[in-house]
Every structure is written in C-alpha cells, then in structure tokens.
C-alpha cells in the first residue's frame, strides 16, 4: 500500500503559477503509475494528467496542455504538478492517485487509480 500526500495549493491570480507535489509513503515509489485528479464544486473529478512509473510517459488533458507539467523524483518518493498561467477554471480541489503497475504505462481513469490523497485546494481569481 502506499499513502500520498499532497501540498502546494492555495489562491493565486490569473496569469500566476503554483507547484503542487504528492509525497508518497513506502519503498517502491517507482512501481506506481502516478495521476493528477480535480474537482470543482459540483462536478465529476476529472484527470489532469499522468505519468508513469520511471517518467518517460506522459498524458495531459487538453485544457491544461502547454501550461501544466507532471514529474516525479523516485529518489524523494514525490510526483509534481507545475501549473502556469492559470485561469480561475482551473479552481478545484487537486488530488493525486496512485496505482502499482508492472508495465510503464500511464493512467488516466479515476477508476485506475486504487490509491488517492486528501487532496489540495487551488483557487484563482480573476
């Protein structure tokens, strides 16, 4: 199993950046496929991006294409998200997620992903 823990939230303006990271607990951080989820107020979460388990692979959607950048650092157990130029839609809750894999794909389905953090708010105002 593995517990995650995200940090980097908070209020930003338009236009600004935030870096989130995920820390993951356990010794076999780079067997997991790793995503980043959001959720805004009354909607479903939605996948933002993924990486796989060594960071070759990568997936974003295409509302945060050429603004947001997934990474992970296997030797510090952590997965990050930088996030620039953002706009007031991307306020949401921002969680990471987890899932062991044997192959080194990426993931992009909230049901891929067994594993999940408490999330952290990102808020940006116009």
């Known amino acids: 199993q593995v517990q995650l823990v995200e940090s980097g939230g908070g209020l930003v303006q338009a236009g600004g950046s935030l870096r989130l990271s995920c820390a993951a607990s356990?010794?076999?951080?780079?067997?997991?496929?790793m995503g980043w989820f959001r959720q805004a107020p009354e909607k479903e979460r939605e996948s933002v991006a993924a990486?796989?388990?060594?960071?070759?692979?990568?997936y974003y959607a295409d509302s945060v294409k050429g603004r947001f950048t997934i990474s992970r650092d296997n030797a510090k157990n952590t997965v990050y998200l930088q996030m620039n130029s953002l706009k007031p839609e991307d306020t949401a809750v921002y969680y990471c997620?987890?899932?062991?894999?044997?192959?080194?794909?990426?993931?992009?389905?909230?049901?891929?992903?067994?594993?999940w953090g408490q999330g952290t708010q990102v808020t940006v105002s116009s």
């Open positions: 997620a987890a899932r062991m894999t044997y192959t080194n794909n990426y993931f992009r389905s909230v049901n891929d992903y067994p594993y």
């Open positions: 356990g010794r076999t951080f780079s067997a997991y496929a």
């Open positions: 990486i796989s388990r060594n960071g070759d692979s990568t």
